[in-house]
């Protein structure tokens, strides 16, 4: 069974920066997709993770048209890790930020595509 723990979330200013980093352990996640997912405060029970990147096994890398520029996603495979820089934050990129894996290892844009889940790091953004 594959765990998946994030941690790097907080509280900070708009305009300030934040990495993100999911470790995965249970077996190696160089063969998966790997990416992050968010659900904002108040976001309906039931809707679908908000997708905001993903990078496949070969390095390619796929991001939400309201990150594109401002959030990179990167991977060490040696660690089992994967990483979220975001920079220029926001107020309304506050949200509980998921980290995902997907077995084909490809890049993909829906939650209903992860196969694992990690259980959420809460980034704050003020104004």
């Known amino acids: 069974q594959v765990q998946l723990v994030e941690s790097g979330g907080g509280l900070v200013q708009a305009g300030e920066s934040l990495r993100l980093s999911c470790t995965a352990s249970g077996r190696s996640l160089v063969n998966y997709g790997m990416g992050w997912f968010r659900q904002a405060p108040g976001q309906a029970r039931g809707k679908e993770r908000d997708?905001?990147?993903?990078?496949?096994?070969?390095?390619?890398?796929y991001y939400a048209d309201s990150v594109k520029g401002r959030f990179t996603i990167s991977r060490d495979n040696a660690k089992n890790t994967v990483y979220l820089q975001m920079n220029s934050l926001k107020p309304e990129d506050t949200a509980v930020y998921y980290c995902a894996a997907n077995r084909y290892g490809n890049t993909w844009r829906t939650s209903a595509s992860s196969n694992f889940w990690g259980q959420g790091t809460q980034v704050t953004v003020s104004s």
């Open positions: 997708f905001v990147a993903t990078i496949s096994r070969a390095g390619l890398t």
